[in-house]
């Protein structure tokens, strides 16, 4: 079974840490970038299968919202499947018109695995260990310090 490359794109490398460590828990190889510049950057010297993009990758620099990123990335190589990630409802049935997958935040984590899986025809090459993703609990109330944010804390258990 050949390896599936994918190129996860999210502003928080802390979260990225987290999409990565699922989708290789799923038999993914999952590289990460943090801007929109690296994540053109990456595909120019690699070989991705698909890309996962996170909506909310924030404006730096000038540079591009992950939205925008994800329909760039579709119009530059329409050949690569695109899915964008957003907590934004009707971005989520928008991006549906634009890119080949689109999915809630709140959405389960199966979900997005299964999306990946069927759009680059990978299968199940064993069965993944349990991922637990936990928010910290000062962030779901309402704290917005710099260290609050950054923390989040996730198990791999086989």
Known sequence: MTHVRLLCVESDAGFGVLYQALLRSHGFTVDL?????????FLHSSQTHAVLVAHDLEVRDKEISGFELAVELKRRIPGLPVVVVSDCESLVEEARNFLDGAIAKSAPLDELVEL??????????RKP???HIMENPARLSGSTSKQSRQRASFTVAS
């Open 116 to 125: 990946m899986r069927s759009l680059t025809g990978r299968e199940a090459a």
């Open 129 to 131: 260990p349990f991922v």
């Open 33 to 41: 970038a943090t801007s929109s510049s690296s994540a053109f950057e």
